[in-house]
């Protein structure tokens, strides 16, 4: 059966996850997970810029560092989305959000989730962004399709999830969003 973009916003909005409603204190950041509003919906992803010194060529969801400018963590990755590839604020329809997850930096990331226009042209910054691309909803939440690495770091263990798409290794907090989501909406 294949995954329908009322499906997946039914089972999102019914099967919230449960979280703490107040942040750590430190530094925070947030993301935007922008789901493709198509028959069978697609989910964007972007790999990093080769030039940025921390995570270059990763593949990633659109997103940064939160400003004082901003006025919550979805205007956060609203923003963010705008100037990496292009999304105006007022083309998402905001679902709602996953939990925060803690970066290999430090960063409280907190993942949004929005729904775009298939028609939406993007207009990659390429200071922050190479190459944008598609993959379909349905694939991306196969949980199967994730295998777990353990990393270590400063003598402490990390799992890390790890999938590929394609031509591109989707790894580290990205997978681990997306594995997130697949997971609480028992697709």
């Known amino acids: 059966m294949a995954l329908t ?6 089972r999102f909005l019914l099967q919230q996850p449960a979280r703490s409603t107040q942040l750590l204190s430190g530094r925070h950041a947030a993301v935007l997970v922008p789901i493709v509003a198509r028959p069978e919906p697609g989910l964007l992803l ?24 901003d006025a919550s963590l ?10 990496e590839v292009g999304i105006e604020p007022h083309q998402v329809e905001v679902l ?6 803690t970066s290999s930096t430090g960063f ?3 993942p949004v989730l929005g729904i775009i226009p298939a ?42 999830w790890l999938s590929r798409y394609q031509d591109y290794l ?18």
């Open 5 to 10: 973009l009322d499906d997946f916003r039914s």
């Open 46 to 69: 972007t790999q990093r810029s080769h030039a940025l010194r921390k995570h270059a060529g990763q593949v990633a969801f659109p997103g940064g560092m939160q400003d004082d400018t």
């Open 74 to 83: 979805i205007a956060t990755a609203l923003r963010e989305a705008q100037e």
């Open 96 to 101: 709602g959000a996953l939990p925060a997850v």
């Open 108 to 110: 409280q990331v907190t």
């Open 119 to 160: 028609d939406l042209r993007l207009t990659i910054n390429p200071d922050e962004v190479s190459s944008a691309f598609e993959m379909p909803l349905a694939e991306a939440l196969q949980l199967s399709r994730y295998s777990a690495l353990e990393v270590h770091r400063a003598g402490v263990r990390h799992p890390v």
């Open 170 to 187: 989707v790894w580290g907090m990205t997978a681990g969003i997306i594995r997130s989501l697949s997971t609480q909406i028992a697709f």
